[in-house]
């Protein structure tokens, strides 16, 4: 006869025995019988529905049943039946609000959600209970906010202060031709009630910044990060360790992705992996480098997959790891990251307890405001315009690349592009004046200084480059 | 049921639930169950580890292969299993329905409360026999006052 092994809470009810012989061909069979000798332990082992409560485990040797055939799994007479608690508890932050309830309609809605096994009934109002804010309603933030509203995420908050532009609809999916002009939160709201109305999108049309992070983050349970800049960066993730909050987090360029889960208890943070930002004009932005649009839709729903997973607590999370997206070749690559003991925010030594200036840590508006140096001349569009229309002796000098060229150029410029600056620097004549542009104004600054290096002294950069002569020349000038 | 104590463990676990904070912290409390007498000793604490990795601010979960650990090195020290202490971050010290659907008879529960990162309100419940309630049980001498040097060291996630 297999013995069953007892653990301590329920000895009382086995006449204080650790260890009991009991008949069974299976599991089942022998539990069974262990509970008809010993009835007490019923109401401890199984359910009101007949089935072991969800914290017993049973192992039949080392091994858990779960793995094997459940209760239909054989034991031979030698082998031992341990009952072995898992232990589980904590704040019912859930508990004090109304019972979740959900309509036909809603049942309707989620049925493929609520017939997967990992999901059902009760992951549906884990969903529905969930409160999850996306910082920006951009790139990343449309297709995490279309997918985690459509999944029945009850709550949905939004930070985003920002315009849409006819920019953001080759990847922003949230917003459509018509909403150009509208704040992008309004737009993202009436988007978002369309896909489910059964939900609540919270709008908050501000910056985040160290002033109010705290405050707009507490209120939430998971926070992902669609920010397209470091400071904002930075700050989501020292608030969200400050506060505990798992950052979902995914940034973009060109062609390129990543995606994480920061701040989960145990597991590192951004700073962990980057503990500080690059030099501010060393990574360019999606606005200068460009971005394939399709790429925010892979990172968005990739940290939709995380924040849903993370709400449901099933499979596992990016929490130690790192992925990287290469769209071109179409690779996947997971780096393990470790937390870094040493690390400022959330290593074991804390130093950082508070939130602080984000802009001056990222060196941003000081290396920007030393790289136009006080030596390069500028010249406003109205004044080129009118030199142009003197016939003034100068050349106008465009350093964009080539396909910026080919949408849109001032007539009677010249093509030399950054890139080529250098070895095709011969062509240009030193006594000549250069009038120096580019998109808007900081290229043509940096071709300004290595000209002067090379010795050019007549030069001046047109300050706004050629998005302010679009905008203040020609507006019929397609802007980019 | 009555509860007793040696001194230190409450010490023990305010203190892991400190270091532990925003996070829920657990662990086992060790000691003899003398059910004539019904009468629990704890005669230490065992920090274990929260495997709730996605919600360990309010959750957690001892999975059942450090259970086994622990209930065998109690056995082999010549003690047992007798409760699980746990905190609750920025919450009182009762349980809640979730702890209540998921408890074991026979065992202490103890809560403490960690308001900002300093360990507050700490009480012991015992699960009735029918599973329907908790009862709160008296823990002995217990003494609310704590060291400032670990007050010092909890700040460190304040804000």
Known sequence: M??????????????????????????????????RRHPDLRSHLYGEDGALRNFVNVYVGEEDIRYRQQEDTVVAPDEEISIVPSVAGGIE???????????????????????????????????????????????????????????????????????VDESNLQRQVLH????VGRPKLESARDRLHDVNPHIVVETHETRLTSANALELLADYDIVADGTDN????????DACVLLGKPNVYASIFRFDGQASVFGAPGGPCYRCLYPEPPPPGLVPSCAEGGVLGVLPGLLGTIQATETIKLILGIGEPLVGRLLLIDALGLTFRTLQLRKDPSCPVCGENPTLQELIDYEQFCGIGTVQ?????????????????????????????????????QICHIDGGQLLPL????????????????????KSGVRSAEAIERLQEAGFTRLKNVAGGIAAWAEQIDPTMPTY | MKIQLENGVLQQVQAHAESGYPAEVCGFLLGSLDLEKREIRVEGGRPATNERVDAAHRRYLIEPAEYRTAEREATD??????????????????????????????????????????????????????????NQVKISDYDARRSPARVEGATCLRF
């Open chain 1, 2 to 35: 297999p013995e069953v092994l007892v653990p301590t809470p329920l000895r009382p009810y086995t006449g204080n025995q650790a260890r009991l012989r009991v008949e069974g061909e299976t599991v089942g069979q022998a539990l069974d019988a262990l509970v």
């Open chain 1, 93 to 163: 932050a859930l508990a004090e609000a109304p019972p979740i309830e959900f309509s036909n309609e809603e049942i309707r809605r989620y049925s493929r959600h609520l017939i997967m096994p990992e999901v059902t009934l009760g992951g549906q109002r884990k969903l529905k209970a969930a409160n999850v804010l996306l910082v920006g309603a951009g790139g990343l933030g449309s297709p995490l906010a279309l997918y985690l509203a459509a999944a029945g995420v009850g709550r949905v908050g939004i930070v985003d202060h920002d315009v």
């Open chain 1, 176 to 179: 459509g031709t018509r909403d």
């Open chain 1, 230 to 237: 470091f400071p904002t960066r930075y700050l989501v993730n």
């Open chain 1, 369 to 405: 405001d030393g790289r136009i140096s006080s030596d390069i001349e500028e010249i406003t569009v109205l004044e080129l315009r009118a030199a142009m229309d003197r016939g003034d002796d100068v050349t106008l000098l465009d350093v964009r690349e080539r396909h910026e060229w």
């Open chain 1, 419 to 438: 890139s080529e600056l250098q070895a095709r620097m011969h062509e240009l004549d030193t006594s000549r004046t250069y009038y120096v542009h580019c």
């Open chain 2, 77 to 134: 020290a010549g003690t047992q299993i007798v409760g699980i202490y746990h905190s609750h971050p920025d919450a009182p010290a009762e349980p809640s329905t979730f702890d209540l659907t998921h408890a074991w008879p026979n065992q202490v529960y103890i809560i403490v409360s960690v308001n900002h990162g300093a360990a507050g309100d700490l009480k012991g419940w015992v699960l009735t026999h029918d599973r329907q309630s908790f």
